[in-house]
């Protein structure tokens, strides 16, 4: 696999910048919340750590000016941030599994008799990295895997064609990607003859970013219109979807960016496999199934809005519905690629057993 060199956070220890996908210097928990909630950083992993990274500044700050409050104190303010955070994006289940853990985490040191405010920032500080540090061995893994499965899947095939929706590389992650993982695997093999991938209406990141990234990866990509990938479908010999994903639910239904479930619909119809690549900090094992997913609206600006000129492009009065992501139904996907493998076993009602997936290989 090459190796992946475009970078959207940069972190050393005390220093947080991250991509405008604008560089942004020292985030405090503030601004972290603006660059999520505004989409300067997107990706349900890139959310999640750069919350997690943004206190562990901080909490850095805080330490290096000798900070004598109590463990308490220090946990109270740390804990406080933590629901500030997860109010930026409602649907993207990694942060909310971050800030769940670390609030866990302060709780039980807490319970430690020598515990101290400086221990709780240190905690932070290490829990915030070790965070960075697993999305990129998982990133690593799902590349790994996904790439693998879909070569035994068609038998040593040497000129795959796979088509993509919004941006799931390594400016949504730490490093590699999820799906697009999969993409710059595939070609690492010399078996990728083509790569898709949407502009992804209204926000384009494939456009933006996906474009960009397999273009500076040279990987042979084409980019084609949302509304065109049916057509690309029945005209062109597509082998598979890869998709990333915000949330996936304990039968396998998944948020992802608006337009994927029309995409897994077209795949099903030309009789495509549709997989679904992501960490295992994105499944939500506490949500039954998709319907019971917060699907985040966005604002109409960004349809109505021409983004270079800042001018009104739609007429007065006209109704805006905007949501930032739909639901693929588990019927329509063939695979979840995860870090620790791929589920593609499905139950009577043709769904996935995810939580006995999770159970069997999780050590």
């Not at 349900?44 to 919350?51: D, F, G």
């Not at 790439?147 to 730490?174: F, P, Q």
């Not at 040279?218 to 949330?247: E, Q």
Request: net charge negative; charged share 20%.
């Amino acid at each position: 696999m090459s190796t992946a060199t475009l970078e959207a956070i940069k972190y050393v220890r005390g220093d947080l910048k991250i991509l405008d996908q604008l560089l942004i210097p020292v985030l405090t928990s503030e601004d972290a919340f603006k660059a999520i909630a505004e989409m300067k950083v997107r990706g349900a992993p890139a959310i999640a750590i750069v919350a997690a990274l943004c206190l562990a500044v901080e909490a850095n700050e805080m330490l290096k000016k000798g900070e004598n409050a109590s463990a308490e104190e220090i946990a109270k303010l740390f804990s406080e941030k933590l629901d500030y955070l997860s109010l930026s994006r409602p649907t993207a289940v990694n942060l909310f599994i971050m800030v769940d853990d670390f609030k866990k985490k302060i709780k039980a040191a807490l319970e430690n008799t020598n515990c101290n405010g400086s221990f709780i920032l240190q905690l932070i500080i290490d829990e915030a990295e070790n965070l960075m540090n697993e999305d990129i061995e998982e990133n690593h893994k799902i590349s790994h895997f996904g790439a693998d499965h879909i070569l035994d899947l068609y038998s040593g095939d040497k000129e795959l064609r796979v088509l993509t929706h919004c941006n799931t590389g390594a400016l949504a992650t730490m490093k590699y990607g999820t799906a697009l993982g999969v993409i710059r695997a595939l070609h690492g093999h010399n078996v990728l003859t083509h790569a898709y991938c949407t502009e992804t209406r209204p926000y384009n990141q494939g456009a933006r970013l996906t474009a960009f990234e397999l273009v500076y990866e040279k990987i042979p990509a084409t980019l084609i219109v949302d509304s065109a990938v049916s057509y690309l479908m029945s005209t062109k010999k597509i082998h598979c979807v890869v998709v990333g994903a915000d949330r996936v639910c304990n039968n396998g239904d998944t948020a992802n960016k608006v337009g994927t479930y029309q995409i897994a619909i077209a795949a099903k119809f030309h009789n495509i496999p549709f997989f679904v690549a992501a960490p295992s900090k994105s499944i939500d094992l506490n949500t039954s199934d998709g319907s019971k997913i917060k699907i985040e609206q966005r604002h109409e600006n960004e349809i109505t809005m021409n983004s270079h000129s800042n001018k009104r492009i739609v007429v007065d009065g006209v109704g805006v519905w905007n949501p930032g992501f739909d639901v693929t139904p588990a019927t329509l996907i063939t695979g979840i690629i995860t870090e620790l493998g791929v589920i593609s076993t499905k139950n009577e009602n043709n769904e996935f057993d995810v939580q006995h997936f999770l159970t069997s290989n999780k050590n």
